[in-house]
Structures are given as structure tokens and as C-alpha cells.
């Protein structure tokens, strides 16, 4: 069955039927007929689109064939058969779907868009972690480079860290690079967090802590997102103190101190099923700015409390513009070294296979 690509004036309809409240009308009108050549050369080329939930809202709702969290955008570039693959997201994303497809072209429409997460760790240092704690088994976030993945045992989203981390028969885990994250895994499995800058902790403590049901201990590393950073107790404070009814959701990169003080914590994919699922007078999302208004042009009759300084610059390198260059251009195209590859694929197939 072939699948018309729908006309502009199709695309500009629906975007603007979504998106009316947050996008000037002419920049609608531009950006649907972006859209619409997308689409037309995505179907010529038969590529698929995969589009993160952080996307710009315009770009999330025209032109991507699957969206969703990290995990979610993993599980759907372990299966999808087209060639090329655009990612709509941030490096390390486009290196997991390479990782997954060698042999099909994977785009990543902008050429940087880093993460301060990936940037915060280098192989060499988990090497040098590695022989600090021998034995013990690393498990890194997928918001790592191909060669940090390659070095570790078991890669882990923000969705399914906790559950990596238990499925792990181990009393002491190393854990990378996010240290938020690695405190709120902790947190929910009365697990302890050591930095490597501090002495481990020594074995009789170990045993008395595992006697008040403290089973092991993380090791845990100083990366963090510089988007959720940002977010302090005091902002939930002053939403709550205006709007006492609002719901507040944080994703797991915010402080244990900020998801403490949420009512929900969970991956970017958690957070918009929580919203959609729910019925509160309104929401407010500790998170990149675009994810509340996705969500919203789905569901109209959701009010979203907007917090929005925070942007993620790294994923708004990601634009209609550049995803057509990409497209046209082949522009840029994913390497994973073959050697880094392969454990890489290790790392990431074991996540798959626990979660
Ligand atoms: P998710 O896995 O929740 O989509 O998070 C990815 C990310 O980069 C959040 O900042
Ligand atoms: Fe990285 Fe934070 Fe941007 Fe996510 S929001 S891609 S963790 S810098």
C-alpha cells in the first residue's frame, strides 16, 4: 500500500491545529512546507524518522515516523528495516542506532549536538575506574559516547536504570556518568553512592550496612545534565505557592533534592504517559521545554504550568532546515569504529534484554 505524503496545506492544518498556541502563524506556514518536502523525499528515500521527545514542537509532530524516550527510540532502531535512519535527537542517540544497524546510513541532522552527560566521561576513565574496583561491574547510561558504552558491562535509560541495576548480582555497581541519576537510583534501592574521589567505603561497614538491608553500594561518577541541574527546590516551592493543585513531575537527571520535592519522577516517555493518563487541574514538567508542549498539542485540555528558560541546546540543534539537508545531502553520517562497535552492541543488547 503506497502512503500519500500529505499535501502543504494538509500540514499546515494539522500543525496549526496542535500547535496554534505556541507557534506564530507565518512560522507554521514555513514550517509545514519544510515539512511537507521532508516527507515527500523521506518516502522517495525510503528513510525513517525517529524523533526524540525533546524535539521542537513543529518538527515532532510532522515529520517523525517514531517518537518517544531513549529507550523507546533504541528498542525502535534495534528493529526498523529502512535505510537510511535520520535521528532527530543528540549524538549518542545516533550512535546507539549505528551501533544496533552497521551496515544502514544513520543521519544526525546537526552535526555537534553533544550532551554535557557524554562529554563528562572519557573511556580512558572508565579504564581507570575499572582498575580502582576490579570485579565490579559497570553499568553505563546510554548518554555516553560508543567507546565510555564499549567499556562497560550493561548500558541503562533513565527509564530502566534501577532495574538494571538490581538485575545485577553484585554488592557494589559502578555507575556512569550521571550522579544525579546515580543518587535517585540509590535513593529508591537504599543503595549507597561512593565517588571515586572518596575511599571506598571499607568492608566491615559494608557488612553492617548490608545487615540494615543495605544490599551494595554505587560507585558513582560527577556528570550532569546542564538542563536539569538548573531546576532547585525553590522553583517547585514557588509553582506550588501560586498553583497549589499542580502536579510536578521531574525527570531523574534533576537533584534527589528536586525529585524528592516532585510527586512523579521518571524518563521523558514516563512523564508524558503520567500527564496523558492523569486528571490534574494542571502540570508542571521539570524538563527541556518543548516536552510540555508536545504534550499539550496532543491533548488541548491539559494545562501545562510553563517554567521555560531551560532549553536543551545540544537537541534545538535539531531543525526542520537541517533535517532537509540531511536528508538531501546524506549529511551527517554516523561512524562507530568496528572494534568499539561490537561492545558497544554488547553493552546495549543486555539492557534490551533485561528491560
Ligand atoms: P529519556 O531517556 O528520558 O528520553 O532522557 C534522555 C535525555 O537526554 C534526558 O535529558
Ligand atoms: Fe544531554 Fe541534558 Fe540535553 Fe538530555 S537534556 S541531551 S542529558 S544535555
Known sequence: M??????????????????????????????????????????????????????????????CDYTGDSLELSRVAATTEADPIVFCGVRFMAETAKILNPDRTVLLPAQRAGCSLAASITAADVRELRRRYPGTPVVTYVNTYADVK????????????????????????IFLPDEYLARNVAASSSKQIVFPSSQPVPQERRAADASNGLQYEIVGWHGRCEVHEQFTVQDIRDVRAQFPDVVVLAHPECSPEVVAASDFSGSTGAMSRYVTETDAPRYLLLTECSMGDNIAAEAHDK?????????????????????????????????????????????????????
Not at 325 to 343: C, D, G, K, M, T
Open 303 to 355: 494545562e501545562m504550568v510553563r517554567l521555560c528558560s531551560v532549553r536543551c541546546p545540544h537537541m534545538n540543534e535539531i531543525t526542520l532546515e537541517e533535517v532537509l539537508a540531511s536528508l538531501r545531502e546524506n549529511r551527517y553520517q554516523i561512524e562507530v569504529e568496528p572494534r568499539v562497535r561490537a561492545r558497544a552492541r554488547r553493552a546495549i543488547e543486555r539492557m534490551l534484554e533485561i528491560t
Open 150 to 173: 564499549a567499556e562497560s558491562d550493561v548500558c541503562c535509560t533513565s527509564s530502566n536504570a534501577a532495574q538494571v541495576v538490581e538485575s545485577l548480582d553484585a554488592e557494589q555497581v
Open 2 to 63: 503506497t502512503v500519500e505524503t500529505p499535501s502543504i496545506e494538509d500540514t499546515y492544518r494539522d500543525l496549526r491545529s496542535k500547535l496554534a498556541d505556541v507557534v506564530p502563524e507565518p512560522e507554521l506556514a514555513l514550517k509545514a512546507e519544510l515539512a511537507y518536502r521532508i516527507n515527500r523525499l523521506k518516502r522517495e528515500r525510503g528513510a525513517v524518522i525517529l524523533g526524540h521527545n525533546y524535539m521542537e514542537p513543529a518538527l515532532f509532530h510532522s515529520v
